[in-house]
């Protein structure tokens, strides 16, 4: 059993492991094309969060946010195979800063039904990763239970 849960964690880190080696090796001088697409989006999310709390994102460059999400998802993924909560917890903060600025359905309208389903089932893919990391933690943290063995009774031999 031990090693199919190995096995299992290691499947589903894969997912984070490639997508942070992608934007590594495409990091470069301006942060690579993952800050491109970031920009216009992490830009958008702004708007969204000050039109409707009132609250002011503050500005950064955008390459820092793609090293902070290569560093989250490398490290994270490590120690999340090793059975680590600790890399569940960074996989799980990653997921939930990176998974409504880059999958904005919402600013688009359902006309437009090809980018919107398309984000949209991208979305939901990463409420299903959020959910797997927060089981996992779930289970981590709540203590197991021994079973404890019924003693059975020896008859004595008279």
Request: aromatic share 14%; no cysteine; charged share 20%.
């Amino acid at each position: 059993m031990a090693l199919m849960t190995s096995f299992g964690r290691l499947l589903f880190v894969l997912v984070f492991v490639l997508s942070a080696w992608q934007e590594f090796s495409e990091f470069g001088v301006d942060g690579g094309p993952a800050a491109k697409t970031i920009v216009p989006k992490f830009d958008m999310f702004s708007k969204h969060v000050t039109t409707h709390t009132g609250f002011q994102v503050p500005e950064f460059e955008i390459k820092l946010l793609v090293a902070g999400a290569i560093a989250l998802k490398g490290i994270g993924s490590l120690l999340f195979i090793l059975d680590s909560s600790i890399g569940a917890y960074l996989l799980f903060l990653h997921q939930l800063i990176a998974t409504p600025i880059l999958y904005d359905f919402y600013n688009y309208d359902y006309d437009n039904e090809k980018e919107f389903s398309q984000l949209f089932i991208e979305f939901t893919q990463n409420l299903a990763l959020l959910g797997g990391l927060m089981f996992y933690i779930g289970m981590k943290s709540t203590p197991r239970r021994s079973v404890k063995k019924k003693k059975t009774l020896k008859s004595k031999a008279h």
